[in-house]
């Protein structure tokens, strides 16, 4: 379970790095990303000491743990004024993830992109695709489908972002 949660919530990072350069029109900022998924209800099933082997796995990827409750996981990001503009996609934990991004289009406010994963901690294949509805706001959606750590996962998450202020305060940028 723990692996397969690990799994969809590192989904769902690829989702917002995508969402950070998807339109040039996006606001700098502090914005908050939220991935709703089934499989993040059973979090609570989780015993304390899972979890806290999945922040200390979190953190070893170099991913904060995201605020996990009633099926959703929800985290801020700091985008700075040149991520905002830059025309090609960030590297957002794919190479220590041991995942690659290819066919990355945009057109207008819409965006996709396939992910390739291949390593111990994952290996299997995914696509994150969205639209901007604002400057200030997109939704989304991620799907998965291989092994997190020997475990079967086939597993969707809906994504929506959205510009909270101006200053990110004390989150750093990516």
């Given at each position: 379970?723990?692996?397969?949660l690990l ?85 957002f934990y ?11 289009t945009r ?68």
């Open positions: 379970m723990r692996k397969t799994a969809v919530v590192f989904a769902s990072s690829f989702m917002s790095s995508t969402a950070n350069s998807a339109d040039n029109n996006m606001r700098p900022g502090l914005w908050e990303i939220t991935a709703s998924s089934d499989l993040l209800w059973f979090v609570p099933q989780i015993p304390p000491d899972q979890i806290q082997i999945l922040k200390d796995l979190a953190v070893q990827y170099g991913v904060d743990m995201p605020q996990i409750q009633m099926g959703d996981a929800t985290s801020k990001t700091c985008i700075t004024q040149e991520m905002a503009v830059q025309q090609n996609l960030p590297i794919q190479n220590q993830l041991g995942c690659i991004t290819t066919n990355t057109i207008g406010n819409k965006y996709r992109a396939d992910f390739t994963c291949s390593s111990l901690l994952l290996k299997g294949n995914g696509t994150a695709e969205g639209t901007f509805t604002s400057p200030e706001s997109f939704l989304g959606r991620t799907q998965f489908d291989g092994v997190a750590q020997g475990h079967p996962v086939n597993e969707h998450a809906d994504i929506s972002g959205r510009w909270i202020n101006s200053s990110c305060g004390t989150v750093k940028p990516l």
